[in-house]
């Protein structure tokens, strides 16, 4: 089920947001001519035609995924040999390759922390592996009920339990948090990181249940699903497409007070509600 090409075929929506936030920091990107890393890089898509593009011609770009398979098309689709390349690397890793340590003048990640448990450790790996001085733009889903509660019952659920593992995985960090900013704040502040930007922001996406379920199951976090057999495979997908649904049908409905809604059975062009963290954080020179 992780299937690269798939990804890149039904992104659009992280493809909008890491765009939109791309210009919005436009002005401090374009500087940026020394050694970049994409965190999470998925097939490499973003990276490539959205990224490195906005970078002073003289950056160069790793992108890292935890997935091998991913990283080989994404350097079989999207690599060079002059200013791009991927590799696997866990950004959680408790054993940081000494070859990126203090390596880098930028890191980028896009719609992939989100799926990090131990957070603590992943911005501790990127503080590690910047230069003194440098900096970090990084864009996280925090909240997102209508994908990570159906999430979080299914992990508890008989049927699925044995597959999925701990239900915290596929809750964000910061899904149950009164206060993420601010949460995302001291963390990044107590690593040592000096914080320029921090912001919580509202998003809505109307892209179909259909489309948008097949973006985010051909990702790393459902590897679970290669090991079910393809009759329970098929019923866990309906019910969470079933589950988001209704979830996002009933939000749009307490916002706008709609209680009929045309293409209510199938959520078409029905807003799915989530929020985002956004950081802009530069290391602190020793």
């Not at 390596?103 to 503080?127: G, V």
Request: net charge neutral; hydrophobic share 35%; glycine share 4%.
């Amino acid at each position: 089920m992780i299937n690269p090409e798939q990804y890149a075929s039904f992104d659009n929506m992280c493809k909008s947001n890491a765009s939109n936030i791309i210009n919005e920091f436009a002005k401090d990107l374009k500087n940026i001519s020394g050694k970049c890393m994409d965190v999470g890089c998925g097939p490499g898509d973003i990276t490539k035609n959205i990224l490195l593009p906005v970078l002073n011609s003289k950056a160069t770009m790793i992108g890292t995924d935890i997935m091998e398979n991913v990283v080989e098309y994404a350097n079989k689709t999207y690599g060079d040999k002059e200013r791009l390349e991927f590799e696997v690397l866990d950004i959680q890793t408790k054993n940081l390759p000494e070859k990126y340590i203090s390596k880098f003048d930028h890191i980028f990640s896009f719609h992939a922390l989100q799926w990090c448990n131990d957070i603590r450790q992943m911005f501790e790996n990127i503080y590690c592996i910047l230069r003194p001085g440098k900096t970090m733009l990084i864009l996280s889903i925090a909240r997102c009920k209508a994908l990570y509660e159906p999430l979080e019952i299914m992990a508890q659920d008989i049927r699925y339990a044995p597959y999925m593992g701990d239900k915290k995985k596929y809750v964000g960090s910061f899904h149950y948090s009164a206060r993420p900013r601010e949460e995302l704040k001291e963390l990044l502040e107590d690593i040592g990181f000096q914080v320029h930007h921090c912001s919580h922001r509202e998003m809505s996406n109307c892209t179909s249940t259909e489309i948008f379920m097949s973006m985010v199951t051909s990702q790393y976090t459902f590897a679970f699903l290669d090991k079910m057999p393809h009759n329970l495979r098929q019923e866990f997908k309906n019910e969470l497409e079933h589950m988001f649904t209704e979830i996002k049908v009933k939000q749009y409905r307490d916002r706008l007070g709609n209680y009929k809604l045309h293409d209510e059975k199938k959520g078409t062009n029905i807003p799915a509600e989530y929020t985002v963290l956004v950081a802009y954080a530069q290391k602190n020179v020793a």
